[in-house]
């Protein structure tokens, strides 16, 4: 097949229209509801309406807007979009007219936490409802039940949230059921203990859900869609399972009010059901399909299905195996929003598949930031960094290092059209990337390097790899400007060292050195993949490993869905840990730590060889050098102060935009 191959060769179903209710959207692709940070004191924002208008010019069919509060009492973070008051409507006129000069589809969703609530306006912790008093895990939360007066309420307010969508120009509107939010709450037999009529058999269970459907159907008419998204399996101790939500989705399909069902997994009430709500690269791609497959064999509406779905190979397959009718591709097209436009063109080597991280999506959101993308950084950035930018004199642009940082600035500087050559020192480009890829359930973290190896080629830059740069090479090739990408190295441990005991640097165990048999001490500054996965990897390898972490918990410093996917597989594995320790010393056979709160020692007896992850120190050594020769220099990532790949991508696409 060739690289050019029109669509209807690769991706026959997923470039065919499908009929929604009375609507019908040009293509599979789907762009699902998912908190953005990017509203304004609950309305839409300047940055949203960009934010989407990008989806929608890349090529996707349809987006569903992310939750809309429809009661007071459903405000679950402090930037999500509340839809309580006409003053919404404008908002949601400004999506949809955004949207639809490029003949994509735009629903949102209307919505009700129950007791899934994060946040409150003030910082008090908030009275959260629910069917019952079932007490919440993952925000230790003991909701109050609710009357059957603010029942009522609430039902008026998915209602009434509706009609503003239809009133803003929308063409349809989502009810989340999905996750473990309230109407979950009280469909689950496990959490809803009521004794009247929205409580007991699973037709009064299903009551609060059906008065929703009804009462929002009856507000918007039957040309406006109307959708559910439900967890086909909640994937958690006491969340609803497969064989309940199949027949929940049978009994409202027969009802006949819906126009679609988007089926995901997992709750926001566990830790370990959270993680399906954005799951990470541990999680196999469109790992829910079978689910919503189930889901689809009982009803005769149209079943999306979200879940890792990273590039459309998978979708196409997903739907060929008619497990869904529709895919959410949502991660897919906050790294790449063209990535609709390139497969429809058979471009498939040039989409930037998502590589399942978190990092600057979820991982933002749940810091209370807009959301963005490590690959990507000008996601969330639209309204600075999705412009043309081209370049007033083309100039000639060394960049010395080929990590992140060096490969994502090269890249822009070459697409607005100067003259870029890149120099890496070691054989293959990459950076800590090359690591970081070798860690146990972290391969796929390698793509961010292929994709930027590729984009960077497409580009026209110049990499020239086993050099390295000195003030003469510099001098002697006379770039006009010269940006610094030379990355870090792993700080020395600067405590007492005695005995000539084993020690070790984890960048060096990752890349396989000897490791001796018994137990391993890792000493962990950082907190992030680094302890986690190489205690993982060695005790999968028989070590007895004891994590010594210099924070509250192993993996502080990560996403927690990703964490805690890594946490689960690390204790899978054995490890110990023991959080708040800085190492002090070691001797022949002990590590001695010291506890950072109470300052107490720690000793950990038995030792055969310390593991050091102590952070990075910057490799900067060339930028004086280089001003010193009268040559613009902007330092950049790791060799300016090290973080993350985020970061470093992120300071490189700044650096080439300025030049
Ligand atoms: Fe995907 Fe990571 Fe980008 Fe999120 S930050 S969209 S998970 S690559």
Not at 503 to 528: F, K, M, Q, Y
Not at 647 to 656: D, T
Request: charged residues 20%.
């Amino acid at each position: 097949m060739s690289a050019t191959a029109t669509m209807p060769e690769l991706f026959p179903k997923l470039f065919s229209p499908l009929r929604i209710g009375k609507t019908t959207i040009k293509n599979r692709i789907v762009s699902s509801g998912h908190d953005t940070g990017m509203s304004v004191a609950g309305n839409v924002s300047d940055q949203l309406v960009a934010y989407h208008r990008a989806r929608a010019v890349g090529g996707t069919g349809l987006i569903v807007m992310q939750v809309s509060g429809v009661h007071e009492t459903a405000q679950y973070t402090t930037h999500m979009l509340m839809a309580t008051d006409d003053s919404a409507i404008a908002g949601f006129r400004r999506i949809a007219e955004a949207v639809h000069p490029y003949d994509c589809k735009v629903f949102a969703q209307i919505f009700h936490p129950g007791r899934e609530i994060m946040e409150s306006l003030d910082g008090s912790r908030p009275v959260t409802y629910s069917a019952s008093n079932a007490f919440n895990d993952r925000f230790h939360s003991v909701p109050a039940v609710m009357p059957t007066a603010l029942i009522k309420e609430v039902i008026e307010g998915f209602a009434d949230s509706a009609e503003r969508m239809l009133k803003g120009g929308l063409d349809g509107a989502e009810i989340v059921a999905s996750h473990g939010y309230l109407p979950a709450q009280f469909l689950n037999p496990r959490l809803n203990d009521r004794t009247d009529e929205y409580g007991g058999s699973a037709e009064n269970r299903l009551r609060f859900l059906r008065e929703v459907i009804v009462a929002v159907r009856e507000r918007v008419g039957d040309d406006f869609v109307v959708g559910l998204r439900i967890s086909g399996d909640e994937m958690s101790e006491d969340g609803l399972v497969l064989d309940e939500t199949v027949q929940v989705c049978s009994a409202l399909n027969d009802d006949g009010h819906l126009d679609y069902i988007s089926v995901v997994a997992g709750t926001s009430a566990t830790l370990g059901g959270s993680v399906h709500i954005v799951p990470p690269m541990t999680q196999t791609t469109g790992y829910t399909a079978p689910i919503a497959g189930k889901i689809k064999d009982v009803v005769d509406i149209p079943v999306m299905v979200a879940g890792r779905i990273n590039q459309p190979q998978d979708a196409e397959l997903i739907l060929a195996n008619g497990q869904a009718d529709a895919c959410a591709m949502t991660r897919a097209l906050i790294c790449d929003p063209e990535m609709p436009n390139k497969a429809e063109l058979g471009q498939v080597d040039d989409i930037r598949a998502c590589i399942g991280c978190n990092q600057a999506c979820i991982g933002h959101h749940h810091a209370g930031y807009p959301i963005s993308c490590i690959q990507r950084p000008e996601t969330g950035r639209e309204l600075v960094y999705d412009l043309p930018n081209p370049v007033v004199r083309r100039k000639s642009v060394m960049v010395i290092g080929g990590g992140p940082a060096g490969l994502k600035a090269a890249t822009v500087a070459a697409q607005r059209g100067h003259a870029v050559t890149l120099y890496e020192a070691g054989r293959r480009v990459g950076g800590q990337v090359l690591l970081a890829e070798r860690l146990p359930g972290r391969a796929e973290f390698g793509g961010a390097i292929t994709n930027l190896i590729a984009e960077s080629q497409r580009s026209g830059v110049q990499i020239v790899t086993g050099t390295q740069v000195d003030t003469a090479l510099i001098r002697d090739k006379a770039p006009d400007t010269v940006i610094l990408a030379t990355g870090s190295t792993p700080r020395a441990p600067s405590i007492e060292i005695a005995d000539d005991p084993v020690v070790l640097e984890a960048r060096d165990v990752v890349n396989g050195a000897d490791v001796p048999s018994g137990r391993i001490v890792i000493a962990d500054w950082r907190c992030d993949w680094i302890g986690l996965g190489v205690a993982r990897m060695l005790a999968e390898r028989g070590r007895k490993v004891t994590l010594c972490v210099d924070g509250y918990m192993a993996g502080e410093m990560l996403q927690q869905y990703v964490r805690d996917e890594m946490l689960s597989a690390a204790h899978e594995a054995g490890v110990e840990v023991i959080p708040n320790v800085s190492v002090m010393g070691i001797d022949e056979d002990t590590v001695y730590l010291q506890h950072r709160l109470s300052g107490q020692p720690v000793m950990v007896d038995d030792v055969a060889a310390t593991v050091f992850s102590l952070g990075p120190i910057p490799n900067n050594g060339l930028q004086a050098q280089i001003a010193d020769l009268g040559i613009d220099v902007t330092a950049i990532g790791d060799c300016l102060a090290p973080r993350t790949v985020e970061e470093a991508v992120l300071e490189g696409l700044k650096a080439a935009w300025k030049i």
